[in-house]
């Protein structure tokens, strides 16, 4: 009977051995999946810009994300790539080119979008594409860009009033917004001018005549404007 035990060990060690069925080690994980991306980016996107995926495969927390520089094939795309190490799927993610979230990628019209999702471990290398930035930074070394802006404005603006230019380059603070008198040109039309340092771009912005939103700017016929106005880079001339 000893012989027999004896014999079907040596028996199962030749199958395992043969089989690659040895038992796993105690404590032994399996390995985690490496997933490979590609993500093509928008044309501004500065060529010394770093490109961060942010998702839950690490905590959707900056300091731990993967970062790639800014790559350009043969046919003058930029693109970023990355290699994750994602210990259980689903795989939530998005791009931004910054370590802050005011620099996430946006759809084409510059709307949110919804979290990226992978299912399962995929076989390939998944090919992204980031239709446009919600903001890109300007590097510390860079000095802000000057941007004039002259503002014709209604008949009725008081001469004696104050115009505020309020937007993001101020945190929308009207405290810290530029400001300019009403002046007439040569053709009596009221204006205003503002020259305003912009640290990064788009800049959205809309006028008051006064330091509170009761004061902003309408339409013709009175109604909302439809959003606010918006410049996507720094411009050549006076908007």
Request: with cysteine; proline share 8%; hydrophobic share 35%.
């Amino acid at each position: 009977m000893k012989k027999s035990l004896f014999y079907m060990l040596i028996l199962l060690s030749i199958v395992f051995a043969l089989t690659g069925c040895l038992p796993k080690t105690a404590g032994q994980e399996p390995p985690v999946p490496v997933v490979s991306f590609k993500a093509y980016l928008p044309e501004n996107t500065p060529d010394d810009a770093t490109i961060y995926i942010i998702g839950n495969y690490c905590n959707w927390d900056f300091d731990s994300a993967a970062t790639s520089t800014v790559k350009t094939d043969d046919e003058e795309k930029k693109y970023a790539e990355f290699e994750l190490q994602v210990a259980e799927f689903p795989l939530e993610y998005k791009y931004t080119v910054g370590p802050d979230w005011k620099y996430v990628e946006k759809d084409a019209d510059g709307n949110e979008i919804d979290d990226r999702k992978i299912d399962s471990a995929p076989e390939e290398v998944v090919i992204d594409t980031v239709a446009k930035w919600a903001a890109i930074p300007i590097p510390p070394s860079e000095e802000p860009t000057i941007v004039n802006i002259k503002a014709f404005l209604p008949e009725n603006t008081p001469d004696d009033a104050t115009i505020y230019i309020i937007g993001n380059y101020c945190d929308w603070e009207f405290g810290g917004a530029k400001t300019s008198d009403v002046k007439t040109d040569d053709e009596g039309k009221k204006y205003a001018e503002f020259e305003l340092q912009v640290a990064e771009f788009p800049l959205e912005y809309k006028y008051t005549v006064g330091p509170d939103w009761a004061y902003e700017e309408v339409k013709a016929d009175g109604s909302n404007l439809d959003g606010n106005r918006k410049i996507d880079s720094a411009p050549e001339e006076c908007s």
